[in-house]
């Protein structure tokens, strides 16, 4: 059964720190692996899919990479802001088609 | 507007009691979701939908009902709510079942006592 587990769950840097969030998962055998933004209150917001065959995913100031092999994926945030405090989770799908779930990583940045 | 809505916000229920968690999209997506997120987990699969009237189990079904009879709308039903239900509930859609595309509504609150 796949599990996805992310580290740290929570974690609070000054403004303008480069970051990494790690999400891991059991079985190597993805389809994609995305990640997601949660505002308190507010749904999840889509940052970046990455395809199986990919290796990484650049949007603005995130940078995600896939290593399917060791069934590890980080978020690498550069130039972090205030604006960027949120829950951020990762999800696999698998043979199934069902997304598995990280249970996320709260990030608070101080001003 | 545009975009995927829940209803209500909050909602405080009794054991035993029957409830109807509303989903409404504008998007026309075939795919709609319902998860359950709870603290220390993930977002965990409950019902999904690949178009009207076509419906199929997630990962934690029990005790819950959904139904699909136009593209739009896809309420959640608990049957007889028990404690253990007490969880916030997110609705999604998605042109494709691998979820990439989603958009999410902003959750229901929902509290058992």
């Known amino acids: 059964k796949q599990e996805v587990t992310q580290i740290p769950a929570a974690l609070s840097v000054p403004e303008g720190e480069n970051l990494v969030l790690n999400c891991s998962f059991t079985?190597?055998?993805?389809?994609?692996l995305q990640w997601f933004r949660q505002d308190p209150g507010k749904g999840l917001t889509s940052l970046l899919l990455?395809?199986?065959s990919q290796r990484e995913q650049t949007s603005g100031r995130l940078n995600a990479s896939l290593d399917k092999s060791s069934g590890r994926s980080t978020l690498y945030i550069a130039a972090s802001q205030p604006g960027d405090s949120a829950t951020y989770l990762c999800?696999?799908?698998?043979?199934?088609?069902?997304?598995?779930w990280g249970a996320g990583t709260k990030l608070i940045i101080k001003p | 507007d545009a975009g995927i809505t829940q209803s209500p916000r909050y909602k405080i229920t009794e054991t035993g009691r029957q409830v109807t968690l509303m989903c409404h999209q504008t998007?026309?997506?075939?795919?709609m979701f319902w998860y359950r997120q709870d603290l220390g987990h993930g977002l965990r699969l409950i019902y999904y939908?690949?178009?009207?009237?076509?419906?199929d189990k997630g990962e934690v079904p029990d005790g819950y009902v959904v139904s699909r009879s136009k593209t739009e709308n896809f309420p959640l039903t608990l049957e007889s709510a028990t404690r253990s239900q007490t969880s916030v509930y997110f609705c999604?859609?998605?042109?494709?079942?691998?979820?990439?595309?989603?958009?999410f509504g902003s959750g229901t609150r929902l509290t058992v006592v």
């Open positions: 999604a859609s998605s042109e494709a079942r691998l979820g990439y595309g989603y958009t």
């Open positions: 998007w026309s997506h075939s795919y």
């Open positions: 939908s690949a178009a009207a009237d076509i419906t």
């Open positions: 079985d190597s055998a993805i389809y994609n």
């Open positions: 990455i395809q199986s």
């Open positions: 999800a696999v799908s698998g043979s199934n088609y069902q997304l598995i």
